[in-house]
């Protein structure tokens, strides 16, 4: 058990993708963990996923909206008053809406950064209050698209870079509260957000220029984010660690 009895908050867990994923792995851990939505409906919805996949779970599902600053704190204020404490936080909510730049209004831009980014850092902000006596790792999920670009994705890359610079900062910011930050950036991982903006040509290709010949599952994944969350990870801070199967490097 590499995550006994740590107290771990995940946003953007609500889906079937990387977020639950993770849930559900810090849980076979030993890990206690909040499951997050921004619909209430997919927040039950993986409540009652959570209660038949793991029925030991000791776990908490909250509806938060990272845009909204008063969810954040409730996010924060009840898990420590469930637990007494919270060690983990993994920013992992964001959207990948694809659009040619020159079509971008304004308003698509600001609803991209404000989830991925500006979750990412309100959610950073919150959980230093709570990590910096005892101290903590915060796991960003970023993507290689934040440093390699993509097109059709200005704000998405934005973000995702956004991401990578909050990263650095942070953690050369809170080090000395020994609070760690690190970021895993995937490359394509096939989850709903991949099927909604690739056609079956582009994963196709996208597997020939992948060196291990395919996208990845979020199975694929969770090694890494239990890695960061845990002590075996004590000096490794302000990393951003690709899991592409090769695909950029
Ligand atoms: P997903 O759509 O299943 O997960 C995204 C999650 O973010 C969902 O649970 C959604 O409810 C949540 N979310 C959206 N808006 C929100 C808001 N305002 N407040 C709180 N939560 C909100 O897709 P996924 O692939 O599992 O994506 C998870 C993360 O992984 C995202 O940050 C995404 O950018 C990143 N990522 C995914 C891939 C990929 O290939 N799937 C690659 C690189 C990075």
């Known amino acids: 058990m590499r995550l006994k009895d740590k107290v771990a908050i995940i946003t953007g867990s609500s889906t079937t993708g990387i977020g639950y994923a993770v849930a559900k792995s810090y849980v076979n851990e030993g890990a206690k963990v909040v499951i997050c939505g921004s619909k209430e ?6 409540k009652k996923r959570m209660e ?11 509806k938060v909206d990272v845009t909204k600053i008063e969810d954040v704190e409730n996010l924060f204020k009840k898990t420590y008053e469930k637990w007494g404490k919270i060690d983990i936080l993994v920013n992992n ?4 809406p694809a659009k040619p730049i020159e079509n971008m209004s304004d308003s698509d831009f600001e609803l991209v950064m404000n989830i991925n980014a500006f ?20 796991i960003n999920t970023g993507s290689i698209v934040g440093i390699y670009g993509s097109p059709h994705q200005a704000a998405y890359t934005a973000s995702k870079a956004a991401i990578n610079g909050l990263t650095k900062s942070n953690a050369k910011e809170l080090g000395k509260y020994k609070i760690r930050v690190n970021t895993i950036a995937p490359g394509v991982v096939m989850t709903d957000m991949v099927k909604d903006n690739c056609d079956d040509t582009t994963i196709q290709r996208l597997n020939m220029m992948t060196p291990l010949g395919r996208g990845a599952t979020t199975e694929d994944l969770v090694g890494m984010y239990i890695h960061l969350a845990s002590d075996e990870s004590v000096f490794t801070t302000g990393t951003i660690i690709n899991i592409d199967g090769g695909l950029v490097m």
Not at 55 to 62: E, H, S
Not at 93 to 96: D, K, L, T, V
């Open 41 to 46: 409906e997919d927040t039950l919805n993986a």
């Open 52 to 62: 038949t996949e793991c029925p030991n779970a000791d776990f908490l599902a909250i």
């Open 93 to 96: 909510a964001g959207i990948a």
């Open 119 to 138: 979750g990412t850092f309100r959610c950073t902000r919150e959980a230093i209050k709570y990590m910096k006596e005892n101290g903590g790792s915060i």
